[in-house]
Structure formats: C-alpha cells, structure tokens
C-alpha cells in the first residue's frame, strides 16, 4: 500500500507561520512521516472556503483580484518571503479538487447515500446568506430579518449500518483508538445539508444546484484525496487535531474513499509553541547549533504531537529537548538499516512508541534525509 501524509487543510486566516507555528504542526507532521517512508514531499493543502474569506474578498479596498487570485496571494504570504513548498499548494476549491469532488458526488448520488432533495432553510432576507438554525444574526451581513425559503440542496444521509467514525478512519494502533471522538462525532443529526450558499468553492451548479457550492468540511476531503491521486498514493492520511477532526468527519462520511483511494485520519496534539523561549538555558547548556534546535521545534515535537494526541503541556519541553539532544549524542556512525525498516514500519500503521525510545530515535537521526526540516522551514 502507498501511503501519503497530507495535512488537514489549513484555514487562510489572518497569521503568517512566524507568528503562529503552531499553524503548521499538521503540515511539518506530514512532511516528517513522508521523509521517513521515503516519499515525496506532499503538497500543503489550504481550506479557502470560508465566509471569512468571502467577506474579506468582498470588503478588499483597491482594485478586485479574481478570488483565487486573492486567496493564493494570502497564501503566498504565510511562507518566509522566496519561499514555497517544494510539494507545492493546492486548495480546496482548486479545479481538479473540484473535479474529484463532483465525481464522488456523482458516485454518491447513483448509490443513494447523497440525494438532491427540496429543503426548506432560514436564509438571511437580506443577502440570501443560509444563516442556519437558532435566530442569530445573519454572519454574512448582520441582518436579523431571516426567512423559511424552500430549494434544492445537495443532502447526505448518514450510513445506517456503520458508525460515522470507526477503527478503519483512523490511523493509529489499536490502543490509540480515539474513544471520546468516535462518540461525539456519531451525535450528528441523520441527514445533512453539504450545499452552501458561499462565494468561492466547488461549485454545485453542474447539478443544477445553482448558486450554492459544496460545504467546505466535505470538500477538504476531497482536497486531501485529489493530493494523493496525484501522487497515485492509495492511502491518504490526512493530519488533523481530534477538534477540528470532530468538526468534519460527519460531513465528510461520504468522501473517504474514492476509485481506489482511502483517506483515514492520523490524530495530533497542539504544541505549546509560545513557550519555545523557556529552553534557551538548556540550548546553552547543550550547545545547540540553529539546525538542532529547528529540528527539535520543526521535526521531532510535530512527531511527538502524533504520539501525545491532546496538547503537550509547556513544563514537558525541557525533558522532551533532553530526550532529543541525548538521542542526538548517542547517534550510531552508520544507521542501522533493520531498525530503520522498523520504524518505517511504525510509522505506515501508526504506532509512535519509537519516538520516546532514545535509542531507535538515535538511529532515525544517523539516517541521512529522513530528518527533513522541510526545503521551507515554516
Ligand atoms: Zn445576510
């Protein structure tokens, strides 16, 4: 089976990796499993498909770029300037994401578990926004004045015979089985909406769906499928915290799998990014070279964060550089090559007990070109 790590598409907020790292934890996660599996660097994948964005696009001051326009440039200006991925960019409302999209939709549509049905949904009077349930305001235009209005929508039903989530999404070994996620992601309502009404995305109007697109939490998955057909990779495993996990994985039941491909989940930590400054006695202590400690933020803690699955608390970074800098120390001159096809091993079912192991991490650091601090340090 060829695998391919891909991170959880990113949201293009308003942050540049300097400032919030911890944005790219997914991202140098994946990038540090396809060193260690010997595959090529993967795309980094952006979700820009969001009301934010439309917003942000629609209240721009000078002269209008097309919206994909704008949002590469957003994104162009989250690298450190001359800078961009070697596996390149690819968004979700990119057209061959939007290709594959339409696809599995079609697909979906022949196997019934999508329907094209009549709904009735509060949309914002004002501005046709769909606002959702609960009488707020409309988050597109700030109107109160919303009404019941009737129309075609793209709706999936949920599989009846399998849970929303189950051991086969989820890439991590046995013990690690996401118990708490597996529960609250099956409290989802029986039938979903996946049509929205947004300015930017895979557009439904091939469906005759028109003016509305596809919920953005479905199409990252069809974003991370699209990556990995690219590079004919069979097993797509999509980094992403066990939140924003619980936020998609209903809506995205359906596309999971498509003409050979799977996609499964690979569940990471938040790390404590802020707090790297409380280690610079230890970095004297241990005379640590610039490329050292990029290795430590960049390479090793993203690895941890897949083993430690919640946050990593700031108090656990100074044991955690110790681990690392010993591991450093006690590099064999030549890896060796069996361990080496262990940990490779490891890392293609999930299983992370090698990176607390000084030892087998040593021998990782021997290996030439799998410590990988990305051709884009970010
Ligand atoms: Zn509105």
Same mark, same amino acid.
């Given at each position: 089976?060829?695998?391919?790590? %891909?991170?959880?598409?990113?949201?293009?907020?308003?942050?540049?990796?300097?400032?919030?790292?911890?944005?790219?934890?997914?991202?140098?996660?994946? +990038?540090?499993?396809?060193?260690?599996?010997?595959?090529?660097? &993967?795309?980094?994948?952006?979700?820009t498909v969001t009301l934010?964005g439309d917003l942000r696009h629609r209240? &721009?001051?000078?002269?209008? =770029?097309p919206r994909?326009?704008f949002e590469?440039?957003?994104?162009?200006?989250?690298?450190?300037?001359?800078?961009?991925?070697?596996?390149?960019?690819?968004?979700?409302a990119?057209?061959?994401?939007?290709? @594959?999209?339409?696809?599995?939709?079609?697909?979906? !549509?022949? $196997?019934?578990? %999508?329907?094209?049905?009549?709904?009735?949904?509060?949309?914002?009077? &004002?501005c046709g926004h769909?606002?959702?349930?609960?009488?707020?305001?409309?988050?597109a235009?700030? *109107?109160?004045?919303?009404?019941?209005?009737?129309?075609?929508? @793209?709706?999936?039903?949920?599989?009846?015979?399998?849970?929303?989530?189950?051991? =086969?999404?989820?890439? +991590? =070994?046995?013990?690690?089985?996401?118990?708490?996620?597996?529960?609250?992601?099956?409290?989802?309502?029986?039938? #979903?909406?996946?049509?929205r009404t947004r300015d930017h995305g895979?557009d !439904? *109007?091939?469906?005759? !769906?028109?003016d509305l697109v596809?919920?953005?939490? $479905?199409?990252?998955?069809?974003?991370?499928?699209?990556?990995?057909?690219?590079?004919?990779?069979? @097993?797509?495993?999509?980094?992403?915290?066990?939140?924003?996990?619980?936020?998609?994985?209903?809506?995205?039941?359906?596309?999971?799998?498509?003409?050979?491909?799977? !996609?499964?989940?690979?569940?990471?930590?938040?790390?404590?990014?802020?707090?790297?400054?409380?280690?610079? *006695?230890?970095?004297? +202590?241990?005379?640590?070279?610039?490329?050292?400690?990029?290795?430590?933020?960049?390479?090793?803690?993203?690895?941890?964060? #897949?083993?430690?699955?919640? $946050?990593?608390?700031?108090?656990?970074?100074?044991?955690?550089?110790?681990?690392?800098?010993?591991?450093? %120390?006690?590099?064999?001159?030549? &890896?060796?090559?069996?361990? @080496?096809?262990?940990?490779?091993?490891? +890392?293609? /079912?999930?299983?992370?007990?090698?990176?607390? =192991?000084?030892?087998?991490?040593?021998?990782?650091?021997?290996?030439?070109?799998?410590?990988?601090?990305?051709? /884009?340090?970010?």
């Open positions: 089976m060829r695998h391919l790590f %891909l991170n959880g598409p990113v949201q293009n907020g308003p942050f540049t990796f300097t400032t919030r790292p911890g944005k790219a934890v997914g991202i140098r996660l994946a +990038a540090a499993l396809n060193a260690i599996l010997g595959l090529p660097p &993967a795309p980094h994948l952006w979700n934010a209240e &721009a001051d000078g002269p209008k =770029s994909q326009r590469a440039d957003l994104i162009a200006d989250k690298y450190p300037p001359g800078q961009s991925p070697a596996g390149g960019i690819m968004t979700d990119d057209a061959e994401v939007a290709g @594959l999209a339409l696809e599995m939709i079609e697909n979906n !549509l022949r $196997a019934g578990t %999508l329907t094209i049905s009549r709904e009735t949904v509060p949309t914002c009077r &004002a769909m606002t959702g349930t609960g009488g707020h305001p409309c988050n235009c700030g *109107s109160t004045d919303t009404q019941e209005r009737t129309g075609l929508h @793209l709706v999936a039903e949920l599989a009846k015979n399998r849970p929303v989530l189950d051991r =086969s999404d989820i890439h +991590a =070994s046995h013990r690690q089985q996401p118990k708490h996620l597996q529960h609250t992601a099956g409290n989802v309502a029986q039938r #979903l909406i996946l049509s895979i !439904l *109007s091939p469906l005759g !769906l028109n596809l919920d953005p939490r $479905a199409g990252i998955h069809a974003t991370v499928l699209a990556a990995a057909r690219k590079q004919q990779a069979d @097993l797509a495993v999509m980094t992403i915290t066990e939140n924003a996990a619980n936020h998609i994985v209903a809506h995205g039941q359906h596309f999971r799998e498509h003409d050979g491909t799977r !996609l499964q989940y690979a569940l990471h930590g938040h790390l404590p990014y802020d707090h790297m400054a409380s280690l610079g *006695s230890l970095h004297e +202590a241990y005379r640590a070279t610039q490329a050292i400690t990029d290795g430590f933020e960049q390479w090793f803690l993203p690895l941890f964060s #897949l083993k430690a699955k919640t $946050a990593t608390r700031p108090d656990q970074l100074p044991g955690l550089f110790k681990h690392y800098m010993r591991a450093h %120390l006690a590099q064999p001159a030549e &890896a060796n090559e069996a361990a @080496l096809k262990a940990v490779q091993y490891s +890392a293609s /079912v999930g299983d992370t007990d090698w990176i607390t =192991s000084k030892q087998t991490l040593a021998n990782v650091l021997a290996a030439r070109g799998i410590v990988s601090v990305s051709a /884009v340090e970010i």
